[in-house]
């Protein structure tokens, strides 16, 4: 499916008329059935069609047309012809909390975030705005979005849209009841396809996968709320051990136990006051009485991994997979990343350290092969849990591991991941697909749930561009 959109400009007249490119034209007048409504989002008018006036390849409305649609500025377009209806789009929703009464910043301090992720619609050909719960007029079915323009943010009035695409900054806003209404509603009311639902939970996603004999095969050994028995068997059998939240993120929460060889001794590593500290216990009961005072509520215990090093620093790999213009997942960006110094993970918050793939399997000599490795693993992952998981899922963050015998491991998979690996300069390109992405998959949304209304199911159906 081609992303080649058609330029779609205002025309000033009041005369309920989409002008549309010659050869487009000449289908309708072949197939004698010319459209007589048009759509944007979840808004519906009467049009007529004509040719365009100047023979361009490119859409024009007249402005009355325009104005009752609720368009918010000229720019590329999709268009779906199906049956006697024109489908104009995709009108894309962000669905966000966390705004501000600034204008120049309306989501705080994550406001640069969405104009990078808004700036890709005119690449792609769409419509993309920012919302929240707030801003939505179910009585008009409208919503006063924020678009991000030349001149900085904008609020504009516009349709329900066609998707949404969620990115709730956490679980405790997308446990509120405003939040959950908002989803709801869109869903079952309006029908509008929503991906990227919810959070994952850790033990979750691991009991989806350990089923499944390619999965598993890529899953460290993991107890949820272990007992003392189960962390000292692994302990004795890995020789160290993480334990960490099931619905933690950003590395917080996570402690490792270590059993060096032919020591009495049992150590714990860990995080706090954004220091990594150290601490030595004479046995594994007095570490856990210490270190986890209040039991193993909601925690996973899982195997410690003897993984690749660099300047003897563990190496874990980030991978963002996206679904595709066509809904197949690829991978979008991949990055290497080195522990730093005393550190539990390799966050670039502990002290962690970012670089490509290829730079640093280069420096520690390892077979090139291990980046396809890291491909197909990421990949079969993404359809593995895309199958078990309901709802629509456009986007996985992995964090992946190697260890001495280049096998690969799977420690997390994350449905809204964070993007601080791409501030390295070489994964500009990287950057650009994960943010071009979604918005492919948004417009995949968009004609699948055209061409999926059940009035119109025998009717013959296009995809223009």
């Not at 289908?27 to 059935?33: A, H, L, N, W, Y």
């Not at 998707?163 to 209404?181: A, F, G, H, M, T």
């Not at 990287?430 to 417009?443: G, K, M």
């Amino acid at each position: 499916m081609s992303l080649e959109a058609l330029p779609f400009k205002k025309e000033e007249s009041r005369s309920k008329t989409i002008y549309v490119p010659i050869h487009l034209f000449k289908q309708f007048v072949e197939k004698i059935q010319f459209p007589n409504t048009i759509s944007f989002g979840a808004k519906t008018v009467e049009c007529k069609v004509a040719p365009h006036p100047e023979k361009k390849e490119e859409y024009l409305l007249s402005s009355d047309l325009w104005e009752q649609l609720l368009i918010p500025h000229e720019g590329p377009i999709n268009l779906i012809h199906k049956d006697e209806a024109l489908y104009i789009g995709p009108l894309v929703g962000i669905f966000t909390a966390g705004f501000t009464q600034f204008n120049l910043r309306p989501i705080g301090e994550r406001s640069l975030f969405f104009a990078k992720l808004l700036s890709v619609q005119q690449k792609v050909g769409a419509f993309y705005f920012v919302f929240g719960a707030h801003q939505i007029d179910w009585d008009a079915g409208t919503i006063n979005g924020y678009f991000y323009t030349k001149d900085g943010w904008k609020q504009t009035l516009v349709p329900l849209p066609n998707v949404v695409y969620d990115r709730l900054p956490n679980r405790k806003v997308e446990n509120l009841e405003v939040s959950k209404e908002v989803k709801s509603r869109l869903q079952t009311e309006y029908d509008i396809p929503w991906f990227n639902p919810g959070f994952f939970n850790k033990w979750e996603i691991h009991q989806l996968l350990v089923g499944d004999e390619e999965a598993s095969k890529h899953l460290p050994e993991s107890f949820f709320q272990p007992s003392f028995n189960e962390i000292q068997q692994m302990l004795e059998s890995h020789k160290q051990v993480y334990v960490k939240p099931a619905n933690g993120s950003l590395g917080l929460g996570i402690q490792q136990l270590i059993q060096k060889k032919e020591e009495p001794f049992v150590y714990c590593r860990f995080r706090k006051d954004e220091e990594n500290r150290l601490r030595r216990y004479s046995s594994l009961k007095r570490l856990l009485r210490n270190q986890f005072p209040y039991g193993f509520d909601e925690m996973i215990a899982q195997q410690g991994i003897n993984l690749l090093k660099w300047n003897n620093n563990p190496i874990d790999f980030r991978i963002h997979t996206n679904k595709d213009e066509n809904g197949v997942w690829s991978v979008s960006a991949i990055a290497a990343k080195i522990a730093g110094t005393g550190s539990i993970t390799t966050h670039v918050k502990s002290g962690g350290e970012v670089k490509t793939v290829k730079e640093l399997l280069h420096d520690i000599g390892a077979h090139p092969t291990i980046i396809k490795k890291l491909h197909s693993t990421a990949l079969l992952l993404s359809e593995k849990i895309d199958e078990k998981m309901p709802g629509f899922i456009g986007e996985i963050g992995f964090d992946i591991g190697v260890d001495q015998n280049n096998h690969v491991w799977m420690f997390e998979a994350n449905s809204k991941p964070g993007r601080t690996i791409f501030a390295h300069p070489r994964l500009k390109a990287d950057d650009l697909q994960s943010r071009r992405l979604p918005l492919e998959y948004a417009i995949y949304l968009f004609k699948s749930s055209v061409e999926t209304q059940p009035d119109l199911v025998n009717a013959n159906e296009y995809f223009l561009r």
